[in-house]
Nanobody, 124 residues
């Protein structure tokens, strides 16, 4: 089965940096896009950044100029470099992948997959 495994969250002071990683594993034929979403307490999950197979990216306005998404296609891994972090960036960050992979039935299916989430806390 396909799995997304995240790493890199933690506690950082305002103005600091963190780098998140997410690796997709399992029987994967094609990854169309990977991205990061976040959900703060009492708020809806929102898109942070997304990168498509061709390399095009899009970012939430609130993180433009501070966050950078990148991807290693050979490793099926996506990264989120977060600089100049602010307290309002505090949230659980979830990795997402739009991919064609083998499901539990044994058939290949294109669908969204999600990681388990990693906490990012920005506080002094």
């Amino acid at each position: 089965q396909v799995q997304l495994v995240e790493s890199g969250g933690g506690l950082v002071q305002p103005g600091g940096s963190l780098r998140l990683s997410c690796a997709a594993s399992g029987s994967i034929l094609t990854i169309y896009a990977m991205g990061w979403y976040r959900q703060a307490p009492g708020k809806q999950r929102e898109l942070v950044a997304r990168i498509r197979s061709g390399g095009s990216t899009n970012y939430a306005d609130s993180v433009k100029g501070r966050f950078t998404i990148s991807r290693d296609n050979a490793k099926n891994t996506v990264y989120l470099q977060m600089n100049s972090l602010k307290p309002e960036d505090t949230a659980v960050y979830y990795c997402n992948a739009d991919l064609l992979g083998k499901g539990v039935s044994g058939s290949f299916l294109r669908r969204d997959y999600w990681g388990q989430g990693t906490q990012v806390t920005v506080s002094s």
